[in-house]
T-cell receptor, first 112, second 117 residues
Framework: NAGVTQTPKFRVLKTGQSMTLLCAQD?????MYWYRQDPGMGLRLIHY???????AKGEVPDGYNVSRLKKQNFLLGLESAAPSQTSVYFC???????????FGEGSRLTVL | AQKITQTQPGMFVQEKEAVTLDCTYD???????LFWYKQPSSGEMIFLIY??????QNATEGRYSLNFQKARKSANLVISASQLGDSAMYFC??????????????FGQGTTLQVKP
């Protein structure tokens, strides 16, 4: 049982490049989330989805876009990467709106 | 707006002793949920324990218990009989009220716990 899988695990980008982080869950969860983790700031919500075909902005959405075309996948895109987007990104999912979140292993992104 | 505060950036505890990690929250909604997660040095986020605002008793899960003081708006995590494997960062989180229907969690800044042998 894979749970929540994030790809890639590590990536180095140059300023201005674009990339997509993929999150896949095999638990048939409705709710999915993208967080970023920075030292001293905990986890901050970027975007989230409450079901297939839906997305919404979180606390720090600027510079990111998301899509949820299939229930099991939640994609996070950076159209023009900036050094401020250097961070560890976590995807999470939940079966119901008051259940615990299940997290992926994280993706470490460095923007030079 | 909801807010979670963890005031202890780092803590030390002797192996086999108990330790309390502080968490305070701020919300005006009577219905909410509180969570604790553990993040070891390997980086994954591990769910530890949950407390609902209407739960009459403090939540417990093995060596973890949640000291829930509603009037003080605190939800401290107590780890009994600390083990070396408890060394990690610990995050307190609060779920947005049900009216939001989003299920999203708001996280505190985290507390790094080091267990000394």
């Amino acid at each position: 049982n894979a749970g929540v899988t994030q790809t890639p695990k590590f990536r180095v980008l140059k300023t201005g490049q674009s990339m997509t982080l993929l999150c896949a869950q095999d638990m048939n969860h409705e709710y999915m989330y993208w967080y970023r983790q920075d030292p001293g700031m905990g986890l901050r919500l970027i975007h989230y989805s409450v079901g297939e075909g839906t997305t919404a902005k979180g606390e720090v959405p600027d510079g990111y876009n998301v899509s949820r075309l299939k229930k099991q996948n939640f994609l996070l895109g950076l159209e023009s990467a900036a050094p401020s987007q250097t961070s560890v990104y976590f995807c999470a999912s939940s079966y119901r709106r008051n259940g615990e979140l299940f997290f992926g292993e994280g993706s470490r992104l460095t923007v030079l | 707006a909801q807010k979670i505060t963890q005031t202890q950036p780092g803590m030390f505890v002797q192996e086999k002793e108990a330790v309390t990690l502080d968490c305070t929250y701020d919300t005006s909604d009577p219905s909410y949920g509180l969570f604790w997660y553990k993040q070891p040095s390997s980086g994954e986020m591990i769910f530890l324990i949950y407390q609902g605002s209407y739960d009459q008793q403090n939540a417990t899960e093995g060596r973890y218990s949640l000291n829930f003081q509603k009037a003080r708006k605190s939800a401290n995590l107590v780890i009994s009989a600390s083990q070396l494997g408890d060394s990690a960062m610990y995050f307190c989180a609060m779920r947005e009220p049900p009216s939001g229907n989003t299920g999203k969690l708001i996280f505190g800044q985290g507390t790094t716990l080091q267990v000394k042998p």
